[in-house]
């Protein structure tokens, strides 16, 4: 009976042990993504996800909407998130605040600005001209916010306008930064201002609801900067190098299929991602953005377009200190794809 016993407690032992052992395996394909928001302006990533080729790889996505740059952040040095989605600029002013052990840049995943700028229909019936915000209001969303700062970079050093609070001696368009961002579409349909900087699927929307006119998007005046990036800590891309280049292989063959993808094909692989937008929206939303070029072709972030961002920054007063490139980014794995 003794020796019934012991051998049960060890056949018990040794099936924990088996089942620990699996739930670490599954545990050790995981990989937690936090993302500063949910857009169609990431698209890649969720077609990668959708149409399985992160099963493919052997890994499994568990994506949450952080809500901000400051929740990413925080949840990649907590170790709540092993990959954080959000834009450069916030590795910037977080290494100009001093943190230590900021996040790395290892991917960009967005090469442009994604905002459109959206004006009342009923005043734009011709061609478009930046010139012609002369003596506009503009609500441009929040400051420090890249498309407030790439609006003002383009209106002043592109074309002249100076911007400020109010018209006047010295100011030619308003740039109004005091509108919350997820405040500023239902502000401007309310008919405040005379165009508003806008994302998708909310600019196809306006134009749906002929609430607004799309008239120009800053991504053809800018382009090659970094605007939405992929980070990790330090050790994370030490310690996990597979995961990583895993994660960018299917990235890969996101993008790849996002750009020779049929309407309904673009549909059957966001749809589970944005079930409450219409098909014709998210179909509109992507077709726009890949005709200015914001979908990365290249996942490496380059130096170039790092200065760059620094110059547009820079140029708002929002920059108090340039952060090297070699200090921020890490293009390793994006190299490798």
């Not at 998130?81 to 450069?88: M, V």
Request: contains cysteine.
């Amino acid at each position: 009976m003794k020796k019934l016993t012991i051998l049960l407690v060890v056949v018990i032992s040794l099936f924990s042990v088996m089942l620990t052992a699996c739930g670490k395996d599954k545990d050790s394909n995981v990989i937690r993504v936090s993302e500063v928001t949910h857009s169609l302006f990431y698209a890649p990533l969720y077609i990668a996800m959708n149409n399985g080729y992160f099963e493919e790889e052997g890994i499994e996505i568990e994506l949450t909407n952080a809500g901000g740059s400051d929740t990413v952040t925080t949840a990649l040095t907590s170790k709540s998130a092993d990959i954080g989605l959000l834009g450069p600029e916030g590795m910037i002013y977080v290494r100009n605040q001093g943190m230590q052990n900021a996040p790395v840049i290892f991917a960009q995943l967005t090469a442009c600005d994604g905002s459109f700028l959206v004006g009342r229909p009923e005043e734009n019936t011709g061609t478009f001209s930046y010139e012609s915000l002369k003596g506009k209001h503009i609500i441009a969303g929040r400051r420090g916010g890249m498309p407030a700062m790439t609006l003002q970079y383009i209106l002043e050093e592109i074309y002249g306008l100076k911007t400020g609070d109010e018209l006047g001696e010295g100011v030619d368009t308003i740039l109004d930064l005091s509108v919350a961002f997820n405040l500023t579409v239902p502000t401007f349909v309310g008919g405040t201002g005379d165009y508003c900087s806008m994302f998708e699927p909310n600019a196809s929307q306006c134009e749906l609801d002929g609430t607004g006119k799309i008239v120009a998007a800053f991504g053809e005046e800018v382009s090659n900067i970094p605007y939405t990036v992929f980070t990790a800590t330090s050790s994370f891309l030490k310690n996990s190098p597979e995961k990583i280049e895993k994660f960018m292989r299917a990235l890969q063959k996101g993008y790849d299929y996002l750009m020779i993808a049929t309407d309904s094909q673009l549909i059957s692989a966001l749809k589970p991602s944005f079930n409450t937008t219409s098909d014709e929206l998210i179909v509109s939303a992507v077709r726009n953005y890949i005709e200015i070029g914001a979908y990365a072709s290249d996942f490496v972030l380059q130096e170039s377009a790092w200065n760059k961002l620094q110059d547009i920054m820079e140029h708002a007063g929002e920059l108090t200190n340039r952060v090297a490139y070699t200090d921020a980014v890490n293009t390793t794995f994006a190299s490798n794809v």
